[in-house]
C-alpha cells in the first residue's frame, strides 16, 4: 500500500532557510503535497506539485521533486516565527482519490 | 464564502455511548472526506462520499462507523459504542466538482476533537 515518510522534528533559526524532507512509495502518485498544521487548526494546502515536474517555486516556498528516488522536499527561505506549524507530506493518484498523509514534521522557529 | 464547518469542535462521550460529528462542506461542494488523526501521528483516510453516495470507504473500521450525506444537510459520521481507542481529531474535507488545473483540492475543516472516558 502506499506510505509517506517524513522526519518528526526540525528547528530552525529565525531568518534560516528550513528544509522538509519527505518519501514516499506509490508509484502511481500522481499529485505531490504539503500542508501545514497549526495547532488547533485543521490543514492548509501550502502547495502542490505535478509528478511530471522537478521543481516549482512559490514566494517562499522551494518543491523539489525526485522522482526516480521518491523524494520531496519542501524549502522555506527566510523561515518566521509565524511558520512553526506542523508540516505534512502528501500524495494521491489525482482526481477526486484519496490523499494518504506522511506523520508530520513539526518545524519549530526559534527567534 | 465560509469554509469547511465541522461540530462540535470537542466531544466527549463515556465507552459504549454514540458520537455523532457533523460536517458542512464549503459553499458549491458536492464531495466530503472523512479522516482520523489519532495523537502524534499523520491523518488517516476514512471515506469519502457524495451526495447520498459512498464512493469509497476503505478506510473505515468495519464495525460502528458509519457515514452518510444526505441529499440536504451536512455529512455525518457516527461512532457507535465508543471505545477509548476512537479518541482522536476527525477531520472532514470537500472538494468541488470542478478542478482548478487537474488539482482536485480538499479544504479542510477545523475537526472535531473526540474524548472518550
Known amino acids: 500500500g502506499e506510505d509517506v515518510e517524513q522526519s518528526l522534528f526540525l528547528s530552525v533559526r529565525e531568518g534560516d532557510s528550513s528544509v522538509i524532507n519527505c518519501t514516499y512509495t506509490?508509484?502511481?502518485?500522481?499529485?505531490l503535497y504539503w500542508y501545514k498544521q497549526e495547532p488547533g487548526a485543521g490543514l492548509q494546502l501550502l502547495t502542490y506539485?505535478?509528478?511530471?515536474?522537478d521543481m516549482k517555486q512559490d514566494q517562499r516556498l522551494t518543491v523539489l521533486l525526485n522522482k526516480k528516488d521518491k523524494h520531496l522536499s519542501l524549502r522555506i527561505a527566510d523561515t518566521q516565527t509565524g511558520d512553526s506549524a506542523i508540516y505534512f507530506c502528501?500524495?494521491?493518484?489525482?482526481?477526486?482519490?484519496?490523499?494518504?498523509f506522511g506523520t508530520g514534521t513539526k518545524l519549530q522557529v526559534i527567534p | 464564502n465560509a469554509g469547511v464547518m465541522q461540530n462540535p469542535r470537542h466531544l466527549v462521550r463515556r465507552r459504549g455511548q454514540e458520537a455523532r460529528l457533523r460536517c458542512s462542506p464549503m459553499?458549491?461542494?458536492?464531495?466530503v472526506y472523512w479522516y482520523r488523526q489519532l495523537p502524534e501521528e499523520g491523518l488517516k483516510f476514512m471515506v469519502y462520499?457524495?451526495?447520498?453516495?459512498?464512493?469509497?470507504e476503505s478506510g473505515m473500521p468495519k464495525e460502528r462507523f458509519s457515514a452518510e450525506f444526505p441529499k440536504e444537510g451536512p455529512s455525518i459520521l457516527r461512532i457507535q459504542q465508543v471505545v477509548r481507542g476512537d479518541s482522536a481529531a476527525y477531520f472532514c474535507?470537500?472538494?468541488?466538482?470542478?478542478?482548478?488545473?487537474?488539482?482536485?483540492?480538499?479544504?479542510f475543516g477545523p475537526g472535531t476533537r473526540l474524548t472518550v472516558t
Open positions: 506509490d508509484s502511481s502518485s500522481t499529485y
Open positions: 474535507a470537500s472538494s468541488s466538482s470542478t478542478s482548478g488545473g487537474g488539482v482536485y483540492e480538499q479544504y
Open positions: 502528501a500524495e494521491s493518484p489525482g482526481g477526486y482519490q484519496k490523499v494518504t
Open positions: 459553499k458549491g461542494h458536492s464531495h
Open positions: 506539485i505535478f509528478s511530471n515536474m
Open positions: 462520499l457524495q451526495k447520498e453516495n459512498i464512493i469509497d
